[in-house]
């Protein structure tokens, strides 16, 4: 039997480092797919103060996470997709970031076009990062942009590049009993008394939206098979829970809007037999918390995005020239979306069902 290789000893940038910034200015499913590198970066630096820098919303997940000790709010860039910065807001992020003086600020967050010259400007004692060519100035180590591979794997490319070891590929999406029983407090008020799917047809990008009517076929054929169903979304997203109830020939229960954070969604989601939902941040949740999805991938890179485990949590997709795609509204047919047939997405929704709902424990939403 051959002697496993020892563990690469942490790079001296991360094992003199006091205080370490890690930056990702990326909504939910981003961050989850992070939370397996920054346990790596626990691991490697317990001395380390990890600081984790991202957009307001990222507060509450930094406050939960054990690898985590302080968030420090990004406002968003002018050349950043995700958030626009109010007036005067990008430059008092600059002065308190400078101030802080970090030992060593990681760039998590892309490739490194942008935010490679952003992160050099806080005034980190070292650098440390993805880069393509070209990109690499400012950079004291240039981890090379991963073209290929699942979100997770790539994150842990940058940490181990510093020598931390892998502490494990599960995402952490930490819930609390606040959490389970607002969960429980929506689901009793809606009626929902014993076992149900969730159906969730919403996603930040309509290009990333299967058709409202697709879901319903989907709501009815588990409604067929004694489940309740169960509508979830943002607030925002109540149109779209409305044109699937008005498809469906059973009648789901329509929770959209009705959690009062993404915990308590959370929480609901723990409770579920069954979630489909399109590849959006509800999909990482499910894959966090191991509760079978069936997941409708339109316009996304599936390599990329699709969970780990892909028994418990099968992508369908559809293959278009156009993929991934950058539009956020599909600017023909949307062949992507329109190429996955709901007895597809039916009949693997079904066999998740019965491959697994044995094995489901008993929910905190309806513990007595």
Same mark, same amino acid.
């Given at each position: 039997m051959s002697t496993p290789p020892l563990p690469r000893r942490a790079d001296p940038l991360l094992r003199d480092a006091r205080e370490i910034l890690v930056f990702r200015a990326l909504v939910l499913g981003d961050w989850l797919c992070a939370t397996p590198a920054l346990r790596a970066l626990r691991r490697a630096a317990p001395h380390a103060r990890i600081v984790l820098c991202g957009l307001p919303w990222t507060a509450d997940l930094a406050a939960r996470l054990p690898t985590v000790d302080e968030f420090l709010a990004f406002p968003g860039h002018p050349e950043l997709p995700e958030r626009t910065p109010e007036p005067g807001a990008f430059e008092a992020f600059l002065a308190t970031a400078r101030a802080r003086r970090f030992d060593l600020a990681l760039q998590c967050h892309g490739s490194g076009s942008i935010v490679n010259p952003l992160l050099a400007? =806080?005034? #980190?004692?070292?650098? $440390?990062?993805? !880069?393509?060519?070209?990109?690499? &100035? *400012?950079?004291?180590?240039?981890?090379?942009?991963?073209?290929?591979?699942?979100?997770?794997?790539?994150?842990?490319?940058?940490?181990?590049?510093?020598?931390?070891?892998?502490?494990?590929?599960?995402?952490?999406?930490? =819930?609390? #009993?606040?959490?389970? $029983?607002?969960? !429980?407090?929506?689901?009793?008020? &809606? *009626?929902?008394?014993?076992?149900?799917?969730?159906?969730?047809?919403?996603?930040?990008?309509?290009?990333?939206?299967?058709?409202?009517?697709?879901?319903?076929?989907?709501?009815?054929?588990?409604a067929d098979q004694g489940l309740t169903v169960v509508i979830t979304g943002s607030p925002s997203e109540a149109p779209l829970a409305a044109a699937v109830r008005a498809a469906c020939r059973t009648a789901p229960v329509d929770l959209t809007g009705r959690t009062p954070s993404i915990w308590s969604l959370g929480a609901v989601v723990a409770s579920a037999a069954l979630v489909v939902a399109n590849d959006t941040g509800i999909s990482h949740v499910a894959a966090a918390l191991g509760v079978p999805s069936t997941i409708v991938a339109s316009g996304s890179d599936v390599a990329r995005w699709a969970p780990l485990d892909t028994a418990r949590h099968p992508v369908l997709w559809h293959p278009t020239a156009c993929r991934p795609c950058a539009h956020a509204v599909c600017p023909t047919a949307h062949e992507c979306a329109a190429g996955v047939a709901a007895p597809d997405v039916i009949s693997s929704a079904l066999h998740l069902l019965e491959r697994t709902a044995p094995c489901r424990p008993r929910s905190p939403a309806f513990a007595s």
């Open positions: 400007s =806080l005034g #980190a004692r070292h650098v $440390a990062g993805f !880069a393509t060519p070209g990109t690499e &100035a *400012g950079l004291d180590l240039a981890v090379p942009w991963p073209v290929s591979g699942p979100e997770i794997e790539r994150c842990l490319a940058l940490t181990e590049a510093l020598g931390a070891p892998r502490a494990g590929l599960q995402m952490d999406f930490p =819930l609390t #009993a606040a959490d389970h $029983a607002q969960a !429980a407090e929506a689901l009793a008020s &809606a *009626g929902v008394r014993g076992p149900f799917a969730i159906v969730h047809p919403g996603s930040q990008l309509p290009s990333r939206r299967w058709a409202p009517a697709r879901f319903a076929a989907v709501a009815d054929a588990l």
